[in-house]
């Protein structure tokens, strides 16, 4: 009995040395790295008290809305009724189908006036319907959300606009610079292939035509610095073009000169939400803007807000 106790005991510290051992021998790799399936985009108030989930296409799409009334000049409640009337009827994807003839985000109707089917199913041109008619409803921007939704829309669920008030108002503030590091998207990682820096300069500056972008062409490979602030995708801000020195894959954007603070702010603020958006598409890897950084790795901003009013975009 005695012999048989030593050997239980033996067996058991065996058993219990095994995890250790394992450990040892196959040291844990890290987290798997997150699928295109698994990506997504969020959009956080100021005061930190709501997240707003979406897909990254959905993203994209509130962007697009909001950009659209922020070149009209039109206050950031536009936004928000366009964005809430546009999860309702679709949430927020483009579609080339639905009810009769609608289509498009907002399923807006050829056979009463909107517009082609092929304009509709353009998100800018769809946008811009809905406020050329929005603005024309009395007291627009005072009354509830739903209200001037419905005014536009003639739904036959007119209450179901009030559904997405909280994250219409979410995302508007975000995309819009009201709120600071507001939107954020957490995305697989990026390849060298995806890398897109003559697209994202001209996009931007169609978009931001006010924003200075500067592309360094070449740096020694001396100057190539790490980043203080721990940015992942530090390592790879310039590759080898093979002549000995290394090619940029950086670019910046700086507000421009004599843009008071609180318009800069702003201005800064937009333009940084939307290269997130638009980093899967580009191929950014990681973002400094306005003393805050964000890498698609982990998806959330991190860092303290500055009066920089500068960004610098890390391509793969």
Known sequence: MII????????????ASIPRLMRFVWPASGPEPRRASDAYCSATLSSGDNKEML???QALNAEIITRAAV???????????????AMQETRLM?????????????QQRPSQGWGAKEQLMDETYAANRFYDELVKVPNWQSVPVEDAAQSVQRSQYPDRHADWTNLARTWAAGLTG????????????????????DGLTSDFRNEFPTVMVSQPSSLEPSSKTQDDGGDKAADN?????????TTSKTLTFTMSAGTDTENGKRLCRQATAWLVVHARRYGIDSLRANGMRWNRTDGVWAGTETGDLTITATLA
Do not use: W
């Not at 409640?77 to 964005?83: G, K, L, Q, S």
């Not at 080339?96 to 985000?105: E, I, K, T």
């Not at 009201?178 to 820096?197: F, N």
């Open 237 to 245: 801000s310039a590759a080898n073009d093979g002549s000995g020195k």
């Open 4 to 15: 048989v106790a030593v050997m239980l005991c033996a067996a058991i510290a065996l058993f």
């Open 94 to 106: 483009n579609l080339s189908y639905g009810d009769r003839d609608s289509v498009g985000l907002f």
């Open 71 to 85: 070149k009209r000049g039109l206050p950031d409640h536009a936004a928000t009724v366009a964005i809430a009337t």
């Open 55 to 57: 897909s990254v296409e």
């Open 178 to 197: 009201e709120t600071g590091a507001g939107v954020a998207c957490a995305l697989e990682p990026a390849q060298p292939s995806d890398a897109d820096m």
